[in-house]
């Protein structure tokens, strides 16, 4: 059975740091482009970062550029989120999310994705 699982969420302080992980079980994670995303209440759902197959290929949204990192373990069979400099209006349930892909690239949209972990919540208060 497919299944993704995220961990490391948790409650933080502004400037603080977190880092997500993301694990595959019941298949391997290397034929698939890997998406983040986040879902704050009564928001819709939103893009975070996305890497391709190889990890050669990576998306951020503009409000995450330069403090947020993905990068994936494919040995591991896990992808990873680094959160650096975070603010309170990064809290969100965050969600990773996996789609079986041929090419070397990823998508930044949920609609693009068919498998969902069960999602992670991170807090970023003081």
């Known amino acids: 059975q497919l299944q993704l699982v995220e961990s490391g969420g948790g409650l933080v302080q502004p400037g603080g740091s977190l880092r997500l992980s993301c694990a595959a079980s019941?298949?391997?994670?290397?034929?698939?482009?890997i998406g983040w995303f986040r879902q704050a209440p009564g928001k819709e759902r939103e893009g975070v970062s996305c890497i391709s197959r190889s990890g050669g290929s990576t998306n951020y949204a503009d409000s995450v550029k330069g403090r947020f990192t993905i990068s994936r373990d494919n040995a591991k069979n896990t992808v990873y989120l680094q959160m650096n400099s975070l603010k309170p209006e990064d809290t969100a349930v965050y969600y990773c999310a996996a789609t079986l892909i041929l090419f070397d690239i990823c998508m930044p949209r949920p609609r693009d994705y068919a498998y969902w972990g069960q999602g992670t919540q991170v807090t970023v208060s003081s």
């Open positions: 019941g298949f391997t994670l290397d034929s698939y482009a």
